[in-house]
């Protein structure tokens, strides 16, 4: 099993590019997640999905979209970076959401807008 | 609003000492906590989960406690090794949803 995995790895933009990034995982999950973390903040959930075809707001959505088509994956979506959008982005999955399962974390892809 | 704090972001030992590292919430009571670790240029993972009515739990050299009324919960990492160098997240239940603590940063001195 792969677990989580995120892609790409590392991203550098231009203010008002777009972009988007996709966290897949081969554990069946219900639950995705997505956080950024920032130094000294810790991870802020951006955007979640509790199965396929939901998807609702975390703390920050805000200058993010975010799909789940497929079970498997989950996609976020900037459409138009600011450089205040400069982060890492973490995915995780979830066997059952708020009953005390834990989270699967993916590696991370960190983002740059220049 | 319903905060989960952990009261330092650092925190450096001596090799074979214990660590201790807090985990404070404000006005709920969570049915659960967890606890991550995560090394550099990774995501985190996951560690214990401890529940409201466990007093404490354990995994190796690990040890959580969970004080409701105190509304604290202590992770301890006995005989600390440099490979326990890493950050330490708390994690509480929110719907669906974790809520995660800054973490603190622990350096373990050889």
């Known amino acids: 099993n792969a677990g989580v995995t995120q892609t790409p790895k590392f991203r550098v933009l231009k203010t008002g590019q777009s972009m988007t990034l996709l966290c897949a995982q081969d554990?069946?999950?219900?639950?995705m997640y997505w956080y950024r973390q920032d130094p000294g903040m810790g991870l802020r959930l951006i955007h979640y999905?509790?199965?396929?075809?939901?998807?609702a707001k975390g703390e920050v959505p805000d200058g993010y979209n975010v799909s789940r088509l497929k079970k498997q994956n989950f996609l976020l979506g900037l459409e138009s970076a600011a450089p205040s959008q400069t982060s890492v982005y973490f995915c995780?999955?979830?066997?059952?959401?708020?009953?005390?399962?834990?989270?699967?974390f993916g590696p991370g892809t960190r983002l740059t807008v220049l | 609003s319903q905060k989960i704090e952990q009261n330092s972001e650092a925190l450096n030992i001596q090799e074979g000492k214990t660590a201790t590292l807090t985990c404070n919430y404000t006005?709920?009571?969570?049915?659960?906590l967890q606890w991550y670790r995560q090394d550099p240029g990774r995501g985190p993972v996951f560690l214990l989960l401890i529940r409201e009515n466990e007093k404490e739990k354990r995994k190796e050299r690990l040890k959580v406690t969970f004080d409701t009324t105190l509304k604290q919960s202590l992770f301890h990492i006995t005989a600390s090794q440099p490979a326990d160098s890493a950050t330490y997240l708390c994690?509480?239940?929110?719907?669906?949803?974790?809520?995660f603590g800054a973490g603190t940063t622990v350096t373990v001195r050889a």
């Open positions: 999905s509790v199965g396929e075809g939901t998807t």
């Open positions: 995780a999955s979830s066997g059952g959401g708020g009953l005390g399962n834990e989270q699967f």
């Open positions: 006005n709920y009571s969570p049915a659960y």
């Open positions: 994690a509480r239940p929110a719907d669906y949803k974790l809520s």
């Open positions: 554990m069946n999950h219900e639950y």
